[in-house]
């Protein structure tokens, strides 16, 4: 079992910035990959970022890229989700997930373990 916790969000100014983290604790010695999706009520789960587990792949969707950044320390067992340039409609909650296989990692159904969520508000 792998647990989640993220944590960063709150609310902030259109075009500001926000850092998200996500600390895993449990069998973190297996090989994860990361992800960060979002979620607004009553809306399906869309795909952010994701990394591999050595960090060298990235991955992002077309409505976050140049504006977003994932990143792993493997040491500290976190990934993090750098966030610049915030518009109103990145406003949701933030989830970040583990998986233990490669590819597909825009399928949230591809995700072994997911955090509670961060709730990140950009106000316009």
């Known amino acids: 079992q792998v647990q989640l916790v993220e944590s960063g969000g709150g609310l902030v100014q259109a075009g500001g910035s926000l850092r998200l983290s996500c600390a895993a604790s449990?069998?973190?010695?297996?090989?994860?990959?990361m992800g960060w999706f979002r979620q607004a009520p009553g809306k399906e789960r869309e795909f952010v970022a994701a990394?591999?587990?050595?960090?060298?792949?990235?991955y992002y969707a077309d409505s976050v890229k140049g504006r977003f950044t994932i990143s792993r320390d493997n040491d500290k067992s976190t990934v993090y989700l750098q966030m610049h340039n915030l518009k109103a409609e990145d406003t949701y909650v933030y989830y970040c997930a583990a998986k233990r296989s490669s590819g597909m990692y825009d399928r949230s159904g591809t995700y072994d373990y997911w955090g509670q969520g961060t709730q990140v508000t950009v106000s316009s």
């Open positions: 990394i591999s587990f050595s960090g060298a792949y990235t």
């Open positions: 449990g069998r973190t010695g297996s090989n994860y990959a």
